[in-house]
């Protein structure tokens, strides 16, 4: 039997108690593959590899090393809330590296999105790859990989999380929600006690940020977008639109107009806020916000954040944009 197959008689994970027998099942998988070795984890703190991190913990404590990589293009508080929840609360073996510098330094001056993004990766599996080699005695790589990523790539896996680990590193994988759909791995996140902001977390580019800063990133315009973020995410939070609104974020070009503060002239950049719905992300439509809240995102934005001085609303389905802009 192809273990990449989800068989036909499993029961689609919507209850917690299917999710506390899922969890059962897992652990006693894990510790019938791992037995007293390592697993290895890069923990970014998205769904997937944060409910494999609960779920390796649960199974087999410090034997799982969690490895957060911090490069400098997450959304406000993410890595605080990576340390925070696995560190304090599950006390994980986590490792916390902050490459901030390492990976903005590399981007300085880089504008062709595909670039950013081949940097960003490949920077990703050094920093990665290094965190690793320090290690003694890893035996296994564990993967938050799911069940569309298989079927997607039909049965193929490319480590999306990882890959590109050095020849003489050859690890065995443990993939505990391999055959699990997005809604289902977050009903196990649940079940596992991981918070709900973390579980419910809309899906988030490997680049982070960096494919939301456009053009060549800045510090001072990657902190904008930043915050500008943070005020969205928070108010569609207050406003319920959380719920109902698959993927919402900013991004910020690198342009800049004239706008008056304080009754003088001043040159700021425009937040673009794109707000989309979709199923399988092929495509996407564009929900209605009530204009009275985006007047308050606009008033927040503009009056709190640092160099942004006009929001504006992208109104447009995929197809025929993208959802993300880079």
């Not at 902190?223 to 969205?232: G, P, S, T, Y």
Request: proline letters at 5%; aromatic letters at 6%.
């Amino acid at each position: 039997m192809d273990s990449n197959k989800r068989p036909d008689t499993m029961v689609r994970i919507t209850t917690p108690e299917l999710a506390n027998a899922f969890i059962d099942e897992q652990i006693a998988a894990v510790k019938a593959q791992v037995g007293d070795k390592k697993v290895l984890l890069a923990l970014s703190g998205g769904v997937d590899s944060s409910v494999v991190a609960a779920l390796l913990i649960k199974a087999i404590g410090k034997q799982l090393v969690c490895v957060h990589v911090n490069h400098g293009l997450m959304r406000k508080g993410e890595s605080e809330q990576v340390i925070e929840v696995f560190q304090n609360q599950l006390d994980a073996n986590l490792i916390y590296i902050d490459a901030t510098d390492r990976f903005l330094d590399l981007l300085a001056g880089v504008d062709a999105p595909e670039k950013k993004r081949k940097i960003i990766g490949g920077e990703f599996i050094k920093v990665f790859d290094e965190e690793a080699s320090k290690l003694e005695g890893i035996s296994f790589l564990a993967q938050g990989t799911i069940y569309p990523d298989i079927l997607e790539s039909d049965g193929v896996k490319a480590h999306h999380n990882v890959g590109g680990l050095p020849e003489d590193m050859q690890f065995e994988l443990v993939e505990p929600v391999k055959l699990l759909y997005k809604d289902e791995v977050r009903v196990v996140g649940k079940a596992l006690g991981l918070p709900a902001e973390m579980v419910d977390r809309q899906p988030f580019p490997g680049p982070g940020l960096g494919v939301r800063c456009l053009g060549a990133i800045t510090r001072d315009r990657l902190n904008a977008l930043r915050e500008a973020d943070a005020i969205l995410r928070e108010e569609f939070d207050n406003a319920g639109l959380n719920k109902t609104v698959w993927q919402y974020f900013i991004a910020v070009p690198d342009m800049k107009s004239v706008g008056v503060k304080n009754d003088k002239r001043y040159e700021g950049w425009p937040a673009i806020i794109r707000a989309v719905n979709t199923t399988d992300a092929m495509s996407a439509t564009i929900e209605e916000i009530p204009y009275a809240l985006l007047h308050k995102i606009t008033a927040r934005i503009t009056s709190e954040v640092e160099g942004i001085n006009r929001v504006l609303y992208d109104l447009t389905p995929k197809p025929i944009g993208t959802i993300e802009w880079e």
